[in-house]
Nanobody, 125 residues
Framework: QVQLVEYGGGAVQAGGSLRLSCVAS????????MGWFRQAPGKEREFVAG????????SYTDSVKGRFTISRDNAKNTVYLQMNSLKPEDTAVYYC??????????????????WGQGTQVTVSS
């Protein structure tokens, strides 16, 4: 089992930045791909970014490319999502997710069996 806890959400103005952190405990997540998803009110949960277990491969949804950066520190069992140039449409609850052992990046929520509780990000115009 893997437990995930997200930190770093909050309220910012458009153009601002936030850094989300996801700390894993339980079974080591260092051999798991990790993903960030988000869900806005009335919308389905969507993939935002993913990173392979080694950190050597990343993937982003088109709407965040060039603005968001996913990274990980396996020594700290932590994954980060640096979000720059935030827009009101980035407003959502952001969730961290972990794949099964030694898995590559997945872009579908069903791919990830372990989830955090979510952290709210609100971007005002």
């Amino acid at each position: 089992q893997v437990q995930l806890v997200e930190y770093g959400g909050g309220a910012v103005q458009a153009g601002g930045s936030l850094r989300l952190s996801c700390v894993a405990s339980g079974r080591s997540s260092s051999s798991s791909a990790m993903g960030w998803f988000r869900q806005a009110p009335g919308k389905e949960r969507e993939f935002v970014a993913g990173i392979s277990w080694s950190g050597g491969s990343t993937s982003y949804t088109d709407s965040v490319k060039g603005r968001f950066t996913i990274s990980r520190d396996n020594a700290k069992n932590t994954v980060y999502l640096q979000m720059n140039s935030l827009k009101p449409e980035d407003t959502a609850v952001y969730y961290c997710a972990a794949s099964r052992l030694s898995a590559s990046i997945g872009t579908y929520s069903d791919y990830y069996p372990y989830w955090g509780q979510g952290t709210q990000v609100t971007v005002s115009s």
